[in-house]
């Protein structure tokens, strides 16, 4: 059974950055994408960044310059790198792989952009 685990929330403030990762136990075979999400409170879950098996990648306006998401495909892990972190960006992190036929979803991590 796959599951993934991410890591790498926390508190920061305004202008620093954290780094996500993810990885998956289990074997995932056909992965069409993988991504990262965001939930604030109150709001829904939205796509801020997403890769695909042979690397392109695409960002949320609202983070493109500052996020960077990188992935290895050896061991099925997808990383964020979050600089220039603004409060707006605080939420809940989740991690998201897709393949042919299932999605997969990380339990999340908490990011706190706050001073």
């Known amino acids: 059974q796959v599951q993934l685990v991410e890591s790498g929330g926390g508190l920061v403030q305004p202008g620093g950055s954290l780094r996500l990762s993810c990885a998956a136990s289990?074997?995932?075979?056909?992965?069409?994408?993988m991504g990262w999400y965001q939930q604030a409170p109150g709001q829904p879950r939205e796509l801020v960044a997403s890769i695909t098996p042979s690397g392109r990648t695409a960002y949320a306006d609202s983070v493109k310059g500052r996020f960077a998401i990188t992935r290895e495909r050896a061991k099925n892990t997808v990383s964020l790198q979050m600089n220039s972190l603004k409060t707006e960006d605080t939420g809940v992190y989740y991690c998201n792989i897709r393949t042919v036929d299932s999605n997969y979803w990380g339990q999340g991590t908490q990011v706190t952009v706050s001073s």
């Open positions: 289990g074997s995932i075979f056909s992965i069409s994408l």
